[in-house]
């Protein structure tokens, strides 16, 4: 499975962004996705995850009840609504896919496929 991800950008504090995570190829459409940040220097951290089925989501505390994960199986595309951004979510965001169901979706190691990677930048 391939995943691309797009949607960063430079906003100020108490904007929005939504980030997409487009997959194609073998296995698109199943499995969850998971999103994940990075800074330098810092290892990389648990935003958001849902299973593919939507039924289950689950948010770091950080990004809990500002950032929203939701799917579109039409078009294999999860997307992270990200509200009242802080400078403090400033990070590269990556998406990824999982290859088997009923792992913690909260892992990074559950995770064999990652997308690219968008800049997000908040300033104050």
């Known amino acids: 499975v391939q995943l691309q991800a797009s949607g960063g950008g430079l906003v100020q504090a108490g904007s929005f962004l939504t980030l997409s995570c487009a997959a194609s190829?073998?296995?698109?459409?199943?499995?969850?996705t998971g999103w994940f940040r990075q800074t330098p220097g810092k290892e990389r951290e648990f935003v958001a995850a849902?299973?593919?089925?939507?039924?289950?989501?689950y948010y770091a505390d950080s990004v809990k009840g500002r950032f929203n994960i939701s799917r579109d199986t039409a078009d294999n595309t999860v997307y992270l609504q990200m509200n009242s951004l802080k400078p403090g979510d400033t990070a590269v965001y990556y998406c990824?896919?999982?290859?088997?169901?009923?792992?913690?979706?909260?892992?990074?190691?559950?995770?064999?496929?990652w997308g690219q990677g968008t800049l997000v930048t908040v300033s104050s």
């Open positions: 990824a896919k999982p290859k088997v169901h009923g792992i913690d979706l909260t892992q990074g190691p559950s995770y064999p496929h």
């Open positions: 190829g073998r296995d698109a459409s199943k499995y969850g």
């Open positions: 849902t299973t593919w089925s939507g039924r289950n989501s």
